[in-house]
């Protein structure tokens, strides 16, 4: 078990070891999903996307997180990353994913726009549906 004491600040992301798996502290499972937090379980598929080794510890406790928030990623060497973008980052860097070019980032903050703009169009219609008392959900 991780002790709250000896974790320290976020390190640079160039020295780690491709070895070992890393340990990924998660908020409580429940209802069949491995975790009850949407942030935690993105960075579960994010870590399985990569092929990233990874051991997930589930806990209601916020007293091991020096933020009391989770996920928390405890590297291979010991050290942690706190933040959401740090584990992104992290999961990048150690699949050795290259950089996206310029024409492929405006490809996806386009296609980040459109699937915004269409998953609040679908929301707007499930609550207009509701109102009319024929959604066919249990919200």
């Known amino acids: 078990m991780l002790d709250a004491d000896a974790l320290v600040a976020t390190p640079a992301l160039d020295t780690y070891s491709r070895d070992g798996p890393v340990q990924l502290y998660v908020y409580e499972s429940g209802f069949g999903l491995a975790s009850l937090s949407l942030k935690c379980l993105a960075i579960i598929n994010v870590f399985k996307l990569y092929k990233i080794p990874f051991i997930t510890i589930t806990t209601a406790s916020e007293s091991v997180s020096p933020t009391g928030d989770y996920p ?5 060497n010991g050290e942690l990353v ?21 024409a492929d980032t405006a490809t996806a903050a386009a296609m980040r726009s459109l699937v915004l703009d269409t998953m609040n169009l679908a929301l707007v219609h499930h609550r207009l549906a509701c109102l009319r008392d024929v959604c066919v959900c249990v919200c």
Not at 72 to 76: A, G, I, K, P, W
């Open 72 to 76: 928390l990623l405890v590297r291979d």
């Open 82 to 102: 706190s933040s959401f973008a740090g584990m992104i980052n992290y999961a990048v860097a150690r699949a050795n994913i290259p950089a996206l070019s310029s």
